[in-house]
């Protein structure tokens, strides 16, 4: 018997491990073209983009998730808060005085109510969202321009899209190089998918990298469109620095999901070096100078001929600024 085992060794591995890496190899080639294939070109950009949704899908999908958003961070702030209103009124000046108004996305704007955690984001299609904590923090119109365009710019280019769709390629690979890897040895396997998706998941965080300076780049040049002056995103960027205090210590760059504020204020300062801003941009008026507790208190959706007056003013802009 044991003649025969080594005279006629058995040959079903080699075999199934051929099975293996051919049935692998057409996992990949299917992430490839299916990437590769499904291409759309931007219609505020012009860019051939790879994606495999469409605008309205994406606006259906931001409208659709908009409401949990909210919810998980503590809901909004009411309408006839004036803060609120702020807020809806930079936005609006955003979208009517730039090329964002010919886009197809619908835009709109959410004051979260949690005056803990100091972010801005953007979903798929136009609904933006800034923070309470945030909020707070910032000083001018401009600065508030900033923030708005800059979560603005990752709708424009649709960098939600983008990530699904490097997603899906970088999980289908993930699974092609498991199905190489697989064998009776588990162990084997479990370290060829582990290594496989920690090598995806830095890919993600280097799209998602490029994809917050670009939307920096959009932050600065719509404000810019607008009339406020651009240096505000670097103050920007300072206040993110602050509010972030010692979390980001000690974590390398090439594992952090956005550049860090020091990196981002210099990319936006090159930005400013090669595109000096037109002059008699302004910084607009001090936020905190346009409402007071005493306003936020007595302000109700009957109540709005003061606070309608006070709005109609609100975002004035010097006619040099143009």
Do not use: C
């Amino acid at each position: 018997m044991s003649s025969y085992d080594q005279d006629n060794p058995p040959p079903q591995q080699g075999g199934s491990r051929k099975g293996r890496l051919f049935i692998a190899l057409l996992i990949a080639l299917f992430a490839l073209i299916s990437y590769w294939s499904q291409t759309q070109v931007n219609p505020v950009t012009g860019e051939k983009q790879h994606l495999t949704i469409t605008p309205d899908q994406e606006i259906r999908l931001g409208l659709e998730s908009a409401p949990e958003m909210s919810r998980e961070m503590g809901g909004e702030l009411p309408s006839s808060d004036p803060r609120t209103q702020i807020v809806q009124k930079m936005g609006q000046k955003l979208v009517q005085g730039t090329e964002a108004l010919k886009s197809p996305w619908e835009f709109k704007f959410h004051l979260l109510a949690d005056p803990q955690t100091v972010n801005a984001f953007a979903l798929p299609g136009g609904q933006v969202f800034i923070t309470l904590g945030l909020f707070n923090q910032l000083q001018t119109e401009a600065q508030l321009a900033g923030v708005l365009g800059h979560e603005m710019g990752h709708v424009i280019e649709r960098h939600s899209a983008q990530q699904m769709a490097k997603s899906q390629f970088g999980n289908l690979l993930v699974v092609a190089v498991g199905t190489a890897a697989s064998s009776g040895e588990q162990t084997g396997r479990g370290g060829a998918m582990a290594i496989a998706a920690f090598v995806n998941q830095m890919l993600q965080l280097r799209y998602s990298r490029g994809d917050e300076s670009e939307a920096d780049k959009w932050g600065v040049h719509l404000m810019e469109e607008v009339g406020y002056t651009p240096v505000a995103m670097i103050e920007v960027m300072d206040i993110l620095k602050n509010a972030s205090g010692k979390g980001r210590e000690g974590v390398p760059e090439m594992f952090q999901t956005h550049p860090n504020p020091d990196l981002r204020s210099q990319q936006i300062k090159e930005i400013l070096e090669k595109n000096p801003p037109k002059p008699g941009l302004t910084e607009g008026r001090n936020l905190h100078s346009l409402y007071s507790g005493e306003q936020i208190q007595n302000t109700s959706d009957d109540n709005g001929n003061d606070l309608e007056r006070l709005l109609e003013n609100l975002f004035h802009v010097q006619p040099d600024a143009r």
